[in-house]
């Protein structure tokens, strides 16, 4: 079976960085995407992790472990409008492209 | 920048009849999903399509369900008898022809949802 965890949601207060931690266990792993996602809209695409390391991209950066299954996105900076939920995805599982979701992590940025 | 379009936005339906949910993908996009987040829930994939027949679906995507690219612009989901279980927001994504792992070409960008409620 895939299994994605996430924390349900983490507080946080503008100007500072916070990390949201994604671990997964999965037959088969391609890549590790995130995604952010404000209450009622689409998720956008943050980032995209394949091999083990750090990936920068402005304020955020997405970090990946193949070896413990283990994924995190940093946020640093952070502003109000950073208030959404984040979706970590896994494609790979079973040797297919569709990206399986985890539950998201609901993140308050309070001033 | 190109984007994925859905429509409509909203869709109120009552129970056990038909709906038609519209996406139109990115252009040079080969590769069309739809997905379906129930209220609080998680996003679930539904159907994948490629090269004009269904490639992957999920438990979810029973006889119910149908999709369908009727022109070379327009990539449809068709509920034949709704439920009151089916009231979600249903997404469309699309992405590149990425044979290859690794590429970026593995992104899905989704479209901005329609909201369906069955009553």
């Known amino acids: 079976g895939q299994n994605i965890d996430q924390p349900t949601e983490m507080t946080a207060t503008e100007g500072a960085i916070v990390q949201i931690n994604c671990t997964y266990q999965?037959?088969?792993?391609?890549?590790l995407f995130w995604y952010q996602q404000h209450a009622g809209e689409a998720p956008t695409f943050l980032s995209y992790?394949?091999?083990?390391g750090l990936e920068e991209k402005g304020r955020f950066s997405s970090f990946l472990s193949r070896s413990k299954g283990y994924s995190y996105l940093l946020l640093k900076e952070l502003q109000m409008k950073d208030s959404a939920s984040y979706l970590c995805?896994?494609?790979?599982?079973?040797?297919?492209?569709?990206?399986?979701f985890g539950r998201g992590t609901s993140l308050i940025v309070h001033p | 920048e190109p984007e994925v379009t859905q429509t409509p936005s909203h869709q109120v339906t009552q129970m056990g009849q038909e709906v038609i949910l519209r996406c139109v993908p990115i252009?040079?996009?080969?590769?069309f999903y739809w997905y379906r987040q129930i209220l609080g829930q998680k996003v679930e994939f539904l159907v994948s399509?490629?090269?004009?027949?269904?490639?992957?679906k999920s438990e979810i995507f029973d006889d119910q369900f149908s999709v369908e690219r009727p022109d070379g612009s327009n990539f449809t989901l068709k509920i034949r008898s709704t439920k009151l279980e089916d009231s979600a927001m249903y997404f469309c994504?699309?992405?590149?022809?990425?044979?290859?792992?690794?590429?970026?070409?593995?992104?899905?960008?989704f479209g901005p949802g329609t909201r369906l409620t069955v009553l």
């Open positions: 994504a699309s992405r590149e022809d990425g044979r290859t792992s690794g590429g970026f070409a593995d992104t899905q960008y």
């Open positions: 999965t037959s088969g792993f391609n890549g």
């Open positions: 992790n394949v091999l083990d």
């Open positions: 995805a896994v494609t790979g599982a079973g040797g297919s492209y569709i990206p399986t």
């Open positions: 252009s040079n996009h080969l590769y």
């Open positions: 399509f490629y090269n004009n027949e269904i490639s992957e």
